[in-house]
T-cell receptor
Framework: AQKVTQAQTEISVVEKEDVTLDCVYETRDTTYYLFWYKQPPSGELVFLIRRNSFDEQNEISGRYSWNFQKSTSSFNFTITASQVVDSAVYFCALSENSGNTPLVFGKGTRLSVIA | DAGVIQSPRHEVTEMGQEVTLRCKPISGHNSLFWYRQTMMRGLELLIYFNNNVPIDDSGMPEDRFSAKMPNASFSTLKIQPSEPRDSAVYFC??????????????FGPGTRLTVL
């Protein structure tokens, strides 16, 4: 069975600090997809990134970066120079085979960025 | 595109009443997912459809829950009778099985259901 663990329930940082959100996953599939979603206080779920199991290249998008390490089954998310607008709940998710299968979500990490 | 549309956005009802949640997926998407979010259980799948056909409804909690997708542009999730423990945010999401395997799910704004 697939499982996603986000061990950090809540994180609080001061603005401009860097912060890393951890994600560890379990799956027996050789092909799978990993995702990060953001849920701001308004409640919607916003897609941030996807990664397939064959692509271990790290990715950077502005202040966001993701570190995928298959050897440790981790897909961590780092926000550099955090801002108050980054305050949200962040979910890591896993799906098998393709994006047309259901997402298995972690419990989420609530990030609070204090001015 | 308008994105995934859900209605109503908020629903308050009394225990025992029937509740119907509605979802319009993004045009051209052929997969539709219903998820439920609660504090205790987080985000969990209830049911999903591919090409209007239910594929996996193992997440539907009880017979009180039912879902339909009569056509590619509309789906409903019905709870009858509703109970206070059904109070949650219900999300609908859609995705496409296009040529690329990178098919993220796009989520609707959710329906916040409160059962008194």
């Amino acid at each position: 069975a697939q499982k996603v663990t986000q061990a950090q329930t809540e994180i609080s940082v001061v603005e401009k600090e860097d912060v890393t959100l951890d994600c560890v996953y379990e799956t027996r599939d050789t092909t799978y997809y990993l995702f990060w979603y953001k849920q701001p206080p308004s409640g919607e779920l916003v897609f941030l990134i996807r990664r397939n199991s064959f692509d271990e290249q790290n990715e950077i998008s502005g202040r966001y970066s993701w570190n995928f390490q298959k050897s440790t089954s981790s897909f961590n998310f780092t926000i550099t120079a955090s801002q108050v607008v980054d305050s949200a709940v962040y979910f890591c998710a896993l799906s098998e085979n393709s994006g047309n299968t259901p997402l298995v979500f972690g419990k989420g990490t609530r990030l609070s960025v204090i001015a | 595109d308008a994105g995934v549309i859900q209605s109503p956005r908020h629903e308050v009802t009394e225990m025992g009443q029937e509740v119907t949640l509605r979802c319009k997926p993004i045009s051209g998407h052929n997969s539709l997912f219903w998820y439920r979010q609660t504090m205790m259980r987080g985000l969990e799948l209830l049911i999903y459809f591919n090409n209007n056909v239910p594929i996996d409804d193992s997440g539907m909690p009880e017979d009180r829950f039912s879902a339909k997708m009569p056509n590619a542009s509309f789906s409903t999730l019905k709870i009858q009778p509703s109970e206070p423990r059904d109070s949650a945010v219900y999300f609908c999401a859609s995705s496409s099985s296009g040529l690329t395997p990178y098919n993220e799910q796009f989520f609707g704004p959710g329906t916040r259901l409160t059962v008194l």
